[in-house]
Structure formats: C-alpha cells, structure tokens
Nanobody, 122 residues
C-alpha cells in the first residue's frame, strides 16, 4: 500500500512560479513511477508529467513542456513539480499518482493523492 499526499498549491498571478510536492509513504513507494495529473472544472483529467522510479525517464505534456519540471528525491520519498510561467489555463486541481511504469497516460495509476488546488489569476 502506498499513500500519497500533495502540497504546495495556491493562488498566484500569471507568470508566477509554484512548487508542488507529493510525499509518498509505504515501504514500496520507491517502486513506482509517479505522475502528476490535473483536472480543471468541467474538463477531463489531463496528464501533466511523470517520472520513473530511477528518475531516468521524465515525460511532459505538450502544454507544460518547457515550463514545468518534475523531479524526485527517493531518499525523502518525495516527488516535486516545479511550475513556472504559469497561465490562467493551468488552473486546476493537481493530483499525484503512482503507477508501475513511466508512461504519458491518464490511466493505470494504482494510487492517488487527494489533490491540491492551483489557481492562476490573469
């Protein structure tokens, strides 16, 4: 069993930066790729980024590539998502989730966090 807890969301202005954290607990947490997904009101859940267990593989959606950076500290069991040059369209609830392999997908995640709200004002 793996528990995931997000933090770091908030209300920011366009162009600002934020760091989201996903703290993982459970003996097997390091065995999973960790992804970030987001869901805006009235929209489908969207893939944002994912990092493999050994950090070698990192994938991003086209909408965030070059602006967001995913990283992982396995010693701290924490995955980070650094958001920069934020836009109002980045407003969403951001979730971290665990799956067995790093793939650009919204499906196949075994464990989910509760989400953290990011709101970007124009």
């Amino acid at each position: 069993q793996v528990q995931l807890e997000e933090s770091g969301g908030g209300l920011v202005q366009a162009g600002a930066s934020l760091r989201l954290s996903c703290a993982a607990s459970g003996r097997t947490a390091s065995n999973y790729a960790i992804g970030w997904l987001r869901q805006a009101p009235g929209k489908e859940r969207e893939f944002v980024a994912i990092i493999s267990q050994n950090t070698y593989l990192r994938y991003y959606s086209d909408s965030v590539k070059g602006r967001f950076t995913i990283s992982r500290d396995n010693a701290e069991n924490t995955v980070y998502l650094d958001l920069s040059s934020l836009k109002p369209e980045d407003t969403a609830v951001y979730y971290c989730a665990a799956r067995t392999s790093a793939t650009k997908t919204t499906t196949g995640y075994r464990y989910w966090g509760q989400g953290t709200q990011v709101t970007v004002s124009s």
